[in-house]
């Protein structure tokens, strides 16, 4: 597809339990950035891409979150031990970093519930 | 420390009429600004940006406006449309380790009224 696609669209899990979410950024796109809203919140920055390493982490709640990129593309994000405040929606953007403002485009979101 | 502010969660606006969004932002450091407008279950999308260098940008019925010695831009929606009705991100740019970050206010949630 043309756009920044994320899966799974919806997830609930119990607490304890680790999840993937999963984000496919535009072709071609170097830059990939993960955000988290919580309810009634902003977009959270947690950590950006440029091709496979990530130079900035600084959002990461803790280290029950990690995330990886390969082949500079698909990238997931990994939360073990997952907790309560870790319910939110997980957003994905990628952009092409060509100087100027650097719009990011966003996928739809991963709607995490953790119960 | 929240850098970006949009202080107003809610406005409602009546069909035809100018909307105005708000945004404050404490950081001096920012070169780009941003808006993005979000329906629901779908990710957020770019509107319309402005550099700190300028004080308006315009685009069709969007218009934002910089004042950076009050740290403020806005954005005006005019004529408001029912397709409008989403939420309003403002976001700030600033080179930090090699990316260009954005940090988001809270948003403010636009009903334009029939």
């Known amino acids: 597809g043309a756009g920044v696609s994320q899966s799974p669209s919806n997830k609930v899990t119990e607490k304890g339990k680790d999840v993937e979410l999963r984000c496919d950024p535009i072709?071609?796109?170097?830059?990939l950035y993960w955000y988290r809203q919580s309810l009634g919140q902003g977009l959270e920055f947690l950590i950006y891409?440029?091709?496979?390493?990530?130079?900035?982490k600084s959002g990461l709640p803790s280290d029950r979150f990690s995330a990886e990129r390969t082949g500079e593309s698909v990238s997931t994000l990994t939360i073990q031990r997952t907790q309560q405040e870790d319910s939110a929606v997980y957003l994905c953007?990628?952009?092409?970093?060509?100087?100027?403002?650097?719009?990011?485009?966003f996928g739809a979101g991963t709607r995490l519930s953790v119960l | 420390d929240q850098q970006v502010k949009q202080n107003s969660p809610s406005l409602s606006v009546q069909e035809g009429r100018i909307s105005i969004l708000n945004c404050d932002y404490t950081?001096?450091?920012?070169?780009?600004f941003l808006w993005y407008k979000k329906y629901p279950a779908e990710g957020p999308t770019f509107l319309i940006s402005?550099?700190?260098?300028?004080d308006k940008n315009e685009d069709g019925r969007f218009t934002v406006f910089l004042n950076k010695s009050a740290k403020h831009l806005s954005l005006h929606i005019v004529p408001s449309q029912p397709g409008d009705s989403a939420v309003y991100f403002c976001?700030?740019?600033?080179?930090?380790?090699?990316?260009?970050?954005?940090?988001f206010g809270q948003g403010t949630r636009l009903t334009i009224n029939p």
């Open positions: 953007a990628s952009s092409f970093p060509l100087g100027g403002a650097n719009i990011q485009y």
């Open positions: 072709s071609g796109h170097t830059a």
């Open positions: 891409f440029q091709g496979n390493s990530a130079p900035d």
């Open positions: 950081n001096s450091m920012f070169d780009y």
């Open positions: 402005i550099s700190s260098i300028k």
């Open positions: 976001a700030a740019s600033a080179k930090s380790q090699g990316a260009q970050k954005l940090v």
